[in-house]
Nanobody, 123 residues
Framework: EVQLVESGGGLVQVGGSLRLSCAAS????????IAWFRQAPGKEREGVSC?????????FYADSVKGRFSISMDNAKNTAYLQMSRLEPEGTAEYYC???????????????WGQGTQVAVSS
């Protein structure tokens, strides 16, 4: 059974940084991708970033976070990280990680989801 557990959310000031973690279990190979999504109150869910666990390793970033967010993967820990820098008030949202046996791409679809972690950016 695939399980995803997010951690690292919290309250941060505008311009600050946070690192989110997504620990995956239940995958029997590295042929999967992990993605981060976020959903702000009253808004639709937005794809933020994704990364392939295997090789060749691709990554993707939404235009809204390019240059400020960085995604990485530690295969030894089966954990993906989302380093968020220069956070803006618009970054306030529930952040979810998702995974599936797909390749990282802008419109990949994921079956497995974590419970979410809250990020609040204060001005």
């Amino acid at each position: 059974e695939v399980q995803l557990v997010e951690s690292g959310g919290g309250l941060v000031q505008v311009g600050g940084s946070l690192r989110l973690s997504c620990a995956a279990s239940g995958f029997t190979s590295d042929a999967y991708a992990i993605a981060w999504f976020r959903q702000a109150p009253g808004k639709e869910r937005e794809g933020v970033s994704c990364i392939d666990a295997g090789w060749p390793r691709r990554s993707f970033y939404a235009d809204s976070v390019k240059g400020r967010f960085s995604i990485s993967m530690d295969n030894a820990k089966n954990t993906a990280y989302l380093q968020m820098s220069r956070l803006e008030p618009e970054g306030t949202a529930e952040y979810y990680c998702a995974a599936d046996f797909v390749r990282c791409a802008e419109y990949s679809v994921y079956r497995y989801w974590g419970q979410g972690t809250q990020v609040a950016v204060s001005s």
